[in-house]
């Protein structure tokens, strides 16, 4: 397997010790970074390293197998269900959050949408659902609009949201016509669309892909955009704030700034957390008021935590933007701050 530092000949269980993803990336991506003056910032997304083979972690850091109601379908947080409909992508990125499941054939992907739908409807607290995986857009048209078959008669689900990176990777992706019908069914439903695309360098939003956020605009899908805090890639505010300053402009809300996962095989992607609240700090000096809609967030295993702070008395204060315990949403808690601290387990709990 090729590797940044060189060849090296690999057995398939040293892989599989090691939680090693195997080596995949769209022509339209690869010519792309190669073509780009950020090439060395962002073929550390998609190009296997040997730092993988000593990045040690968990392969779930945020509880989804303890947050799974059934197969397939998780209900961590009230209004949100997160439904895992394939375990493809059109390219495979190194720092991957599900690296158990992504580019394998995972027993975790919907296996019965039917059953799926029989529990949301018996949740009328879920508001939301979120389709992702793996990237939903790998699936057909025609598979998607199946699966919508089953969610679009839940009365009390408002949003439909599809979880992407498509849009980076292989943005022709959404000059599927059947696509554009998809979206009209969702809003003729009386529901809306949302698309959450994954933008984490300013290299990776082509003209392609603007043209087709702003052709499925015009059919009324909102849209979000979510970074991951990756080290070697975009801890840089320059890099961060020209990313977010290009989403604005064309439509796509800054959303999270994810502070990347303790993932085996990923962690030495991570920042430590004070240098990640200078970079944010850094970022939102260099955007507009209307610019400044992202949150620097860790999703950690008890919830979303809004990272605020590094206070002069040396304690990190954060606040939880989501928890599955609603009275904890909102409380601003700290903790003893440590050096190059990455995750909030590496602080002291007193």
Same mark, same amino acid.
Not at 35 to 50: C, D, G, M, T
Not at 254 to 273: C, E, I
């Given at each position: ?176 016509? %059947?696509?554009?019908? !998809?979206?009209? *069914?969702? $809003?003729?439903?009386?529901? @809306?669309?949302? #698309?959450?695309?994954? +933008? ?111 206070? %002069?008395?040396?304690? !990190?204060?954060? *606040?939880? $933007?989501?928890?599955?315990? @609603?009275?904890? #949403?909102?409380?601003? +808690? ?17």
């Amino acid at each position: 397997m090729k590797f940044m530092e060189g060849t090296r000949a690999l057995g398939k269980h040293e892989l599989q010790a090691s939680s090693i993803t195997r080596y995949q990336v769209t022509k339209f991506y690869r010519e792309r970074i190669t073509n780009s003056r950020y090439y060395e910032q962002l073929k550390h997304i998609v190009e296997p390293s040997a730092k993988e083979f000593e990045s040690h972690g968990s392969l779930d850091t945020s509880g989804e197998h303890d947050n799974t109601v059934t197969p397939g379908l998780q209900h961590k947080y009230a209004q949100t269900g997160l439904l895992l409909v394939t375990d493809r992508c059109a390219s495979y990125c190194r720092f991957c959050f599900r690296k158990r499941i992504v580019g394998k054939d995972s027993d975790e992907i919907a296996p019965d949408f039917s059953l799926i739908a029989q529990y949301i409807g018996a949740h009328p607290e879920m508001t939301n659902v979120l389709l992702s995986g793996g990237d939903p857009f790998v699936l057909s048209s025609a598979k998607l609009d199946r699966i919508l078959d089953h969610l679009l008669p839940i009365p009390h689900l408002e949003t439909i949201r599809f979880g992407t990176k498509m849009f980076a990777f292989a943005p022709k992706r959404f000059e599927d016509r %059947a696509l554009a019908d !998809l979206f009209r *069914r969702i $809003h003729e439903s009386g529901k @809306s669309a949302a #698309i959450v695309t994954h +933008f984490d360098h300013i290299g990776e939003i082509s003209v392609d892909a603007e043209w087709r956020v702003r052709s499925l605009r015009a059919l009324g899908v909102q849209f979000f955009n979510q970074s991951v805090l990756l080290a070697k890639v975009n801890d840089d505010a320059e890099i961060l704030a020209a990313t977010f300053a290009k989403c604005h402009q064309m439509g796509v809300r800054p959303y999270y700034l994810f502070q990347a996962r303790p993932v085996k095989g990923a962690s030495h992607f991570q920042v430590p957390l004070r240098r990640g609240l200078e970079i944010a700090r850094s970022v939102n000096q260099r955007l507009s008021g209307i610019q400044k809609t992202f949150k620097y967030i860790m999703s950690h295993y008890t919830g979303k935590i809004e990272i605020l702070d590094l206070g %002069a008395d040396g304690r !990190l204060y954060m *606040r939880y $933007h989501q928890n599955k315990t @609603s009275e904890k #949403i909102g409380r601003i +808690f700290s903790r003893q701050h440590v050096d190059a601290a990455c995750w909030l387990d590496d602080l002291p709990e007193e």
